[in-house]
């Protein structure tokens, strides 16, 4: 079991927290809490050690791709894909923008 922490420029403002997925073989939980400070702090708890890089250079992709949101992602990772992780991730970020 890992804990990695990873800090990121932010500029977009979302007003709801949020929840996606569940911690099970090969998926994780994603949680959202939005903030008014320019950064996106992340928190992940891996169940696979050594994966650090794996996860700063997914995020510095995702920085890439699309502006990140102001606010607290605590992700619960249980062996998840890629794949997974970026759905995962993206589907957090949709309902934060979106949920009432």
Do not use: C
Not at 10 to 36: C, I, Q, R, W, Y
Not at 50 to 74: I, N, V, Y
């Amino acid at each position: 079991m890992e804990r990695i922490e990873l800090s990121y420029p932010a500029t977009e403002k979302l007003a709801n927290k949020a929840l996606a997925g569940v911690v099970g073989s090969g998926d994780l939980e994603a949680m959202f809490v939005p903030h008014d400070q320019n950064t996106l702090s992340i928190v992940i708890k891996t169940s696979v050690d050594g994966s650090k890089l794996l996860w700063t250079r997914f995020f510095e992709r995702l920085a890439l791709l699309q502006r990140l949101p102001m606010g607290t992602l605590e992700i619960n990772d249980f062996s998840a894909t890629p794949g997974v992780a970026k759905l995962r991730i993206e589907q957090v970020f949709e309902e934060a923008k979106h949920a009432k």
